[in-house]
């Protein structure tokens, strides 16, 4: 398929990947490495894979400065595997705090309630998820095992700048914003992601551990939910997401080459900041995210007159914009700008909401 027939996906998750890795894969698929096999069909303890998984968690170290005392695992499944294997591997005092602030911090929530006495720090839902209590004045649990938060509200559009300043070990949901901007990994006890957003395919998940978390004492679990057993395979405790694990090393490769973090965060926020101020001029469309919790990765947003919701995304389709549905708990629309939208795909979906403002009267 030749570079004119793709077209702009602004899809949530499972998302566009850039074009050039999608074509190095391409190019290697039948022959691996002049192995005569793909990366697919390869053991995973094959000194090549070994040697594959080992530059892969190099190149995510460098890309995100991840200090030595933190442990990187490459895990099968979906990110929310995670809001039951963090209760399970982390609790102690049995008492856990949850900033409760879009509907992914809400079901981790709900899930580790199962394991551990949840304490909400905020929650969102008093503002409908449009903004965020100051984490000056969240109310935290003494004690509490852990302060559990998403970086980004992916189905509501809001985003952290920066972790809560407090005292407590930080679990973070980095599903939908790792590697869109540096962070300071030493903020945070454990970092996940899983990988359909802004990473590979669907089918793994990122794990980033500080260490002494490992050595925490936990009931029986089964080792496939252990840290520690998983920590101490490095990652290679069962056949891991081979494929995913090749993805995802071309997309460090492609962000390395693209400048690193700080390049994307540059991009990104440039994206953004387009789109918003589009629909902050516009008398058509609106978002009501408090902005300084509006999201870099999933702008959302509404058309004032919802009767014209369903021709806009038809027409949208017929100009190559594809998946702009907003997620069916919120309505409206969402466009997710991930690291692989171009800033093209950006001012191509500006110029067409204008066009369709104009073409309903709106000067
Ligand atoms: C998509 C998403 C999830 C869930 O991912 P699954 O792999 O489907 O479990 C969790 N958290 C955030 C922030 C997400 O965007």
Same mark, same amino acid.
């Given at each position: 398929?030749?570079?004119?027939?793709?077209?702009?996906?602004?899809?949530?998750?499972? @998302?566009?990947?850039?074009?050039?890795?999608?074509?190095?894969?391409?190019?290697?698929?039948?022959?691996?490495?002049?192995?005569?096999? =793909?990366?697919?069909?390869?053991?995973?303890?094959?000194?090549?894979?070994?040697? &594959?998984? $080992?530059?892969?968690?190099?190149?995510?170290?460098?890309?995100?400065?991840?200090?030595?005392?933190?442990?990187?695992?490459?895990?099968?499944?979906? @990110?929310?595997?995670?809001?039951?294997?963090?209760?399970?591997?982390?609790? *102690?005092?049995?008492?856990?705090?949850?900033?409760?602030?879009?509907?992914?911090?809400?079901?981790?929530?709900?899930?580790?309630?199962?394991?551990?006495?949840?304490?909400?720090?905020?929650?969102?839902?008093?503002?409908?998820?449009?903004?965020?209590?100051?984490?000056?004045?969240?109310?935290?649990?003494?004690?509490?095992?852990?302060?559990?938060?998403?970086?980004?509200?992916?189905?509501?559009?809001?985003?952290?700048?920066?972790?809560?300043?407090?005292?407590?070990?930080?679990?973070?949901?980095?599903?939908?914003?790792?590697?869109?901007?540096?962070?300071?990994?030493?903020?945070?006890?454990?970092?996940?992601?899983?990988?359909? /957003?802004?990473?590979?395919?669907?089918?793994?998940?990122?794990?980033?551990?500080? $260490?002494?978390?490992?050595?925490? $004492?936990?009931?029986?679990?089964? *080792?496939?939910?252990?840290?520690?057993?998983?920590?101490?395979?490095?990652?290679?405790?069962?056949?891991?997401?081979?494929?995913?694990?090749?993805?995802?090393?071309?997309?460090?490769?492609?962000?390395? $080459?693209?400048?690193?973090?700080?390049?994307?965060?540059?991009?990104?926020?440039?994206?953004?900041?387009?789109?918003? /101020?589009?629909?902050?001029?516009?008398?058509?469309?609106?978002?009501?995210?408090?902005?300084?919790?509006?999201?870099?990765?999933?702008?959302?947003?509404?058309?004032?007159?919802?009767?014209?919701?369903?021709?806009?995304?038809?027409?949208? /389709?017929?100009?190559?914009?594809?998946?702009? /549905?907003?997620?069916? =708990?919120?309505?409206?629309?969402?466009?997710?700008?991930?690291?692989?939208?171009?800033?093209?795909?950006?001012?191509? &979906?500006?110029?067409?909401?204008?066009?369709?403002?104009?073409?309903?009267?709106?000067?």
């Amino acid at each position: 398929m030749s570079h004119s027939q793709r077209v702009f996906n602004f899809g949530a998750g499972p @998302a566009a990947l850039p074009e050039a890795v999608l074509q190095k894969a391409q190019q290697e698929l039948l022959n691996w490495k002049q192995l005569g096999m =793909s990366v697919m069909e390869i053991s995973h303890r094959s000194k090549e894979f070994v040697q &594959l998984l $080992e530059t892969t968690e190099a190149d995510l170290r460098s890309l995100l400065a991840i200090p030595s005392n933190y442990r990187v695992l490459f895990l099968h499944g979906p @990110a929310r595997a995670q809001f039951s294997m963090i209760p399970m591997n982390l609790t *102690q005092s049995g008492r856990a705090n949850y900033a409760v602030t879009g509907m992914w911090s809400e079901m981790a929530a709900k899930e580790a309630s199962k394991w551990t006495e949840v304490s909400r720090a905020c929650d969102s839902r008093d503002t409908d998820y449009l903004s965020v209590l100051d984490a000056k004045d969240w109310q935290l649990v003494d004690g509490a095992d852990y302060l559990y938060f998403t970086a980004n509200e992916t189905v509501n559009g809001l985003e952290f700048l920066s972790p809560p300043h407090v005292e407590q070990d930080l679990v973070c949901d980095m599903t939908s914003n790792l590697l869109s901007r540096p962070i300071d990994v030493s903020r945070y006890a454990l970092i996940f992601a899983g990988s359909q /957003k802004n990473i590979a395919p669907a089918g793994m998940t990122l794990l980033i551990v500080r $260490e002494d978390i490992l050595a925490r $004492e936990h009931g029986l679990l089964a *080792q496939v939910d252990d840290y520690a057993a998983l920590a101490e395979k490095r990652s290679l405790l069962y056949t891991p997401p081979s494929f995913c694990i090749y993805m995802a090393g071309l997309m460090f490769s492609w962000l390395k $080459e693209q400048g690193g973090l700080s390049a994307m965060q540059a991009r990104n926020l440039s994206k953004s900041n387009k789109l918003y /101020k589009f629909i902050d001029s516009s008398s058509f469309y609106s978002n009501q995210v408090d902005k300084q919790y509006r999201s870099s990765m999933n702008v959302v947003f509404h058309l004032y007159d919802k009767a014209l919701e369903l021709s806009f995304l038809e027409q949208a /389709k017929h100009a190559g914009l594809c998946a702009l /549905k907003g997620h069916r =708990s919120v309505g409206g629309m969402r466009a997710s700008l991930y690291n692989a939208i171009s800033i093209e795909a950006v001012d191509r &979906l500006i110029e067409f909401m204008d066009d369709f403002q104009h073409q309903h009267n709106v000067v």
